[in-house]
């Protein structure tokens, strides 16, 4: 339908062409029609029916200068000739048919009645019927016209549709020589890429791959020997040491430069130009340049004064000095413009892709090398395709790919990184937050168990003697008054009821009874409950109106019935008082301290309060006298031994001796044990003091052996803390092993206090081990204070002892009552029957040991006989009774 309709368009043009010019229509051109036969290259019809080529291009500008208008007609030539001479064509082309020169007398079979308008070589012929001579002269006049303005048009025009690489067509020679140097040396630019580079020491890039065409193509091989620098590369060229560069800008009074001759150009390069997207260029803009490249001194040079330009070592160093922002533009090849912004991660640069400059790339060939070669690479330069380096080109141009860096990431996803970010903010605070809750509950848990008495859900001690100090500064008034003071309240059986009732059903009881009494009583301020729940500490408010002692009172009475699974169960207390000082310097510590000084003080004195009072306050002082002292007493020995004499009833006769420590201190004067063993039982120092004691009665005991001066067993007191000591055992054998004395001629004095764990009043698992140990060592083992404690009779049962040391309070007990006096004798009974020894202490008159002879006991021991005395004393004694 197009082609009818453009057919019928046509027509009318022609027609009007043949319309005499009228007034108003001098610019109407005359319409001429050209008949052609599609031709590839110089003219033919594409499929939208659009005219092209060469020949067509040409014919189109001879139109301009003829002052008319073409108008074409396809078919075939004869068709065309017999349109010509019927008149419905002017002109036919005629196509040169490659022939190798160009007839310029006219084509060698001219169609009959023609004449011809030669176009050019490369172009052909128009053909006109041989009246029409009148066309040839204008065609021809048009085709000067064109000649003479633009001499090279026509070159253009065959530049532009037939360059397609001609067939490589070599001598002979040429291949022999080919035959000969199968291996040219060549070098290319590094560091380019991707125009020419090196990786891995393998050349890559656009010149790399033309060179590879060049290898196919010749049946050669093109070393590529890998160099560092551009500028020794131009050296060796240079030198001759290579015979050729692959990429050398085609330049001849630069090859010269370098002894080398050019190839024919083979590719062109463009320059773009590179700049800052976060800045405008300025008017008159600095420019980096490249020192070593050529097109910096051919082009950048000569486009800018000197005064704008700053030189840097290559492109890579001029791309970083405007990503710096030290220079504002810089010029890079088109090609390699991409790649230089992406590897270089520079991605606030650009390129407005507008063509700078451009120039022409040869190959250089040392002169050194055979002129035979630059013949052959130029026939390989024309004979390849320019659309084969386009896409070799293209190829590598396309492959260029960004360097994944972070920052590269960053830069060119800025959205997506900044919710990439936002995202692991949001996790690391999520986490943070999670450690945090977990560190406080974590912390909370920590503090729980530190501060509150577990299982009981009260504050503890430890609690307690932190917040002591806040809360007296807290009541700063109160404590003005004198009013303030601290309490400890301990019920006696409590490790008894704690076993009979179960440590959970006791603590719900104790809990629920003390937030009772404090309720009762509000002037309880603060208080703290003791691990085992057998004291409490509380800080005290004194009411108006009471004494201290009516106040504490006031506790016991609230505390005395405490309900345990509903059973009303009575309690007794002791109590101890410490009244807080006016003051302000003061010690909380050491008031929980003096408080329990005053509850200690009462016990064993049927009393239930004791206030804390100077006397008190002295003792505490030369307790902390002691504790400075006592270490250097030891190794200084200040602690001396006395001797005790056990007396044999019947023969009145020395039948032993009990070892009991004093320590004469320069500081603090002669010292009872009463003053010290106390004090050295709770700060552990009385461990070191018995071993010491043990070890001077054994050199006694040897000393006297040796000598072989009459010995008695002698015993000597160990504290409670032994049973539950380290290392106990083994030190007990080192001094049996060190001394070797004979059997049981050492006792050792235990009280029940070693055996029983006062907290479950159960007997410590490990006692029975202990005795058999110790008696297997030789020792022999005596019941001290018999009858004093709780489970003396119990301990009967399982403890292998040898001697039974009845306490002096049994004896006291036993001249006032009938009743103890039938224990005491019952006590003494048992004792023997179980094969031990029986010694009652304390015999102080001549009555107690008549009745104590009545009662059965044979063995006693009393200031009635003797004192403890010195060693020396009580040995003299001995030698003076024993008869030799
Ligand atoms: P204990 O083992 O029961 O020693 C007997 C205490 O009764 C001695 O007191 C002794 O002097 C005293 N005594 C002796 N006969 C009579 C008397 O007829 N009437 C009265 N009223 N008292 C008498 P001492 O020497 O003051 O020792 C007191 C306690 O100190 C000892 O009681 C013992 O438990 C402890 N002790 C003494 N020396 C040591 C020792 O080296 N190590 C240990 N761990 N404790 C020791
Ligand atoms: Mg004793
Ligand atoms: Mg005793």
Known sequence: MRYFIRTIMLVIITAISFLPPCAGAEFLRQNLRVGFDDTAGNFWQGSRLLYHGAAYELTEYMGTYMNVRFSYTRGSLNDNL????????????????????????????????????????????????????????????????????????????????????????????????????????????????????????????????????????????????????????????????????????????????????????????????????????????????ARPHFYTHDFIERIFPPEQLRYYADVADCMAAVNRGEADMTFVKSITAQSDIYRGSYYNLYTNGNVVFSHKVSMAISENADPMLLKILNKEVAHIDPQDITSIVNSQVYSVQANDTLKSFIYRNPFMSLCLLGGVLMLIIIGLLYCMQLRRSYTAELWHQANVVAGVGLYNLQWFTRELPNAIAYYQEARKNGELFVLVISAQRMAFLKEFYGPRLFADSIKLSLSEVTQKLPWILRYGLSAEITHVYMLCRKPPGLTLRQAAEQVEKAARIIPINGVPTSFTYHI???????????DASLLMDNAMMARNEIIGKNQTIGIFNSVMHDELM?????????????????????????????????????????????????????????????????????????????????????????????????????????????????????????????????????????????????????????????????????????????????????????????LISAEQSERSLTILKQVIKLGQSLNMRVLVEGIETEAQERLLQAAGCHIGQGFLFAHPVPVEQFFAKLDQTVKP
């Open 82 to 289: 017999l349109r010509l001479h019927s008149g419905s064509l002017d002109f036919v082309y005629l196509p040169e048919n490659g022939q190798p020169t160009f007839p310029s007398k006219g084509p060698t079979d001219l169609p009959a009645h023609t004449i011809f308008i030669p176009l050019g070589q490369g172009f052909g012929w128009l053909l006109a019927d041989e009246y029409r001579t009148d066309l040839k002269e204008r065609a021809q006049q048009a085709m000067q016209e064109i000649k003479d303005i633009n001499p090279l048009f026509p070159s253009s025009l065959l530049e532009k549709y037939h360059v397609k690489g001609h067939a490589l067509n070599l001598t002979p020679e040429e291949k022999a020589y080919l035959a000969a140097h199968p291996v040219i040396r060549t070098m290319v630019s590094p560091r380019q890429p991707p125009y020419t580079y090196f990786q891995d020491g393998e050349a890559q890039g656009v010149i790399a791959d033309i060179s590879k065409r060049l290898e196919n193509d010749l049946g050669i091989k093109l070393e590529i020997i890998p160099e560092e620098t551009q500028h020794t590369m131009m050296q060796h060229l240079t030198d001759g040491d290579i015979d050729v560069v692959l990429d050398f800008y085609t330049d001849h009074n630069w090859a010269k430069a370098h002894n080398a001759i050019l190839t024919f150009p083979y590719l062109t390069l463009n320059y773009v130009s590179v700049m800052r997207k976060d800045a405008t260029l300025p008017e008159v803009p600095t420019v980096a340049c």
């Open 576 to 586: 101890g008082l410490c009244p807080v000082p006016r003051q302000e310097d003061t």
């Open 622 to 810: 030369k307790h902390q006298q002691m504790e400075l002292y006592m270490e250097k007493a030891l190794a200084a020995g200040e602690f001396l031994i006395h001797l005790q004499a056990k007396y044999d009833l019947n023969t009145r006769e020395i039948c032993g001796a009990e070892a009991l420590v004093r320590w004469q201190s320069p500081e603090l004067g002669f010292l009872g044990p009463n003053h010290f063993i106390g004090l050295f039982e709770r700060n552990g120092f009385a461990l070191k003091l018995d071993y010491y004691v043990l070890e001077q009665v054994c050199q006694l005991l040897t000393e006297r052996l040796k000598q072989k001066l009459p010995v008695v067993p002698i015993s000597v007191n160990q504290t409670g803390m032994h049973i539950s000591e380290r290392g106990y055992l083994a030190n007990m054998q080192a001094i049996a092993e060190r001394y070797k004395l004979p059997r049981k001629l050492v006792e050792l004095e235990l009280t029940e206090t070693a055996f029983i764990d006062f907290a479950t009043k159960t007997e410590n698992e490990n006692a029975l081990q202990i005795t058999r140990r110790l008696k297997s060592m030789g020792f022999a083992l005596s019941m001290d204070d018999f009858c004093t404690g709780y489970s003396s009779i119990a301990m009967l049962r399982n403890l292998p002892m040898d001697i039974m040391k009845i306490d002096r309070s049994m």
